[in-house]
């Protein structure tokens, strides 16, 4: 039988690191690239440079399989890989709505010059529709090993928080590819995913780069829209909560990504609905996705009324009041502060005159680095003393179990907002709090 296949892993963020690591549990030899020395010697060293729960575990057991390793040399990589994935980031450019294609165009033109015989480069970055055609012929003409080295593009759908187990499990796999060597060579690279039953969506490469910002458009889309219920609902007295529990037991709409509240954030939503548009537009289909625009202004919307409720609960005005801020990273179970809804919330406070004081039971120190200006606690009962008001902005578990009377032992006020629907009005009213939450009565 062949040779099991050697992949390399070019970008070991968030990931690069988890492809890396789930690829050598299942069995391949893996080499990981990234140009941080730091990121590679910490990696090697056996620690994840963020948090995710269970990868750690699975570094350890892949390092110790001797299949694992990181490297920043690119000689290496090529010397070394049959598949060559691409999971370099693709951040929005500072100052406009596109995606920044810096990081990607740098690991292709660094690769290249090494690959000298036959070898499949797999993109996973997410792209605008339309770089795998440009970035192949950029790998052939810088390639020694020109037309026998291909591009194939394998998008990923990974969550924060769970990303061991929707890389080993994935909802589907779907390989965009231009030829049948290249579609063996990725059914070789997955197969045991594929004998897992994950099914395979074997098609183009536009259409495979365009599946990832469809799905997360998709998401984005149907978190707006609940928010615009939400919007609604406000208006009229009704209650947005009540409505998505209606409306989820309706199996076409299902009550995932159905959640209203404070919206969403993180790497990828915000970041790829601007980026999707940004590109039509550049196509001459803009107006096909022009309701994303709409979907990116609800959801910033939903920022700028958790800041006025808080502004509601202190009487009108937020200037010298104390705000205990709940939450820092862009959801639970996660330390990643990109784009978050929190931060964006708790600077709008402070910009309006607040003090306000936060604390994340993971995000503490990328907040820290990030947003000096705030102050910052190392519990909820710290981040609530003397507080006028409570404002939940991550719905981590240890906030959903906050007791309201224990809670006001510590505060000057009794007022709080539920930016994430995380807690029972009932059980806060009942202890005296006044509660308020985004499209709640
Ligand atoms: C997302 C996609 O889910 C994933 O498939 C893709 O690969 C990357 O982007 P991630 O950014 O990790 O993953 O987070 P996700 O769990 O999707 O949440 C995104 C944001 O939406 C969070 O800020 C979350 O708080 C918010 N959200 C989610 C809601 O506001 N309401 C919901 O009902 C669901």
């Known amino acids: 039988s062949a040779q099991p296949l050697r992949l390399t892993v070019i970008g070991t963020g968030y990931l690069g690191a988890t492809h890396a690591i789930c690829m050598a549990v299942l069995g391949f030899e893996v080499l990981g690239i990234d140009v941080s020395q730091e990121k590679v010697d910490r990696l090697n060293a056996g620690e994840v440079p963020f948090f995710e729960p269970g990868l750690p575990e699975q570094l350890a057991k892949a390092l110790d399989s001797g299949r694992l390793r990181f490297s920043t040399d690119y000689a290496e990589a090529g010397a070394f ?57 950029l790998l052939q003409r810088l390639a020694p090993a020109g037309e026998q080295v291909e591009l194939a593009w394998n998008p990923e759908f990974l969550r924060e928080g769970y990303a061991v ?57 149907k978190i707006s829209y609940i928010n615009a219920m939400a919007e609604v609902c406000e208006a009229t007295g009704a209650d ?28 990828c939503l915000p970041k790829d609905i601007r980026a999707f548009a940004h590109r039509a537009e550049e196509l001459g289909v803009g107006q096909a996705v022009a309701f994303l625009h709409e979907v990116d202004a609800i959801n910033r919307r939903r920022r700028a009324r958790t800041v006025d409720l808080v502004r509601e609960l202190a009487g009108g005005s937020l200037e010298g009041v104390r705000v205990a801020a709940l939450g820092a990273a862009f959801k639970p179970n996660s330390d990643d502060i990109r784009d978050a809804p929190a931060l964006d919330v708790s600077v709008s406070l402070r910009r ?25 606690a190392d519990s909820t009962m710290e981040a609530a003393q003397d507080a006028d008001v409570v404002v939940l902005l991550t719905e981590w578990n240890e906030f959903r179990e906050i007791e309201p009377d224990a809670l006001a032992a510590v505060t000057a006020g009794r007022g709080i907002v ?23 009565p």
């Not at 629907?421 to 709640?440: E, I, Q």
Request: hydrophobic residues 45%.
């Open 165 to 221: 187990e929707d890389t080993l499990r994935p909802d589907r796999l779907v390989f965009g590819t231009s030829s049948a060597w290249a579609e063996e060579q990725l059914r070789a690279a997955f197969a045991p995913v594929i004998e897992g039953g994950t099914p395979v969506v074997v098609t183009d490469l536009p259409t495979a780069e365009l599946v990832k910002v469809a799905a997360n458009s998709f998401l984005a889309t």
């Open 418 to 440: 539920d930016g994430r629907h995380a807690l029972d009005p009932a059980a806060w009213r009942a202890a005296g709090w006044t509660y308020r939450a985004l499209g709640r």
């Open 352 to 376: 309006a005159g607040a003090i306000v004081r936060v604390y994340d039971p993971q995000a503490m120190d990328n907040a820290r680095r990030s947003y000096p200006e705030l102050d910052y």
């Open 81 to 137: 890989g049959d598949l060559h994935f691409l999971c370099v980031g693709t951040p929005q450019k500072p100052g406009s709505d596109a995606a920044d294609m810096t990081y990607v165009d740098s690991a292709v033109t660094s690769l290249a010059p090494y690959l000298d015989r036959r070898a499949l480069v797999v993109g996973k970055s997410t792209v605008p529709v339309g770089t795998a055609a440009r970035l192949t012929a």
């Open 240 to 267: 947005v909560h009540d409505l998505a529990a209606a409306l989820a037991y309706d199996d076409r709409i299902g009550g995932r990504f159905l959640k209203p509240g404070l919206g969403f954030g993180g790497g």
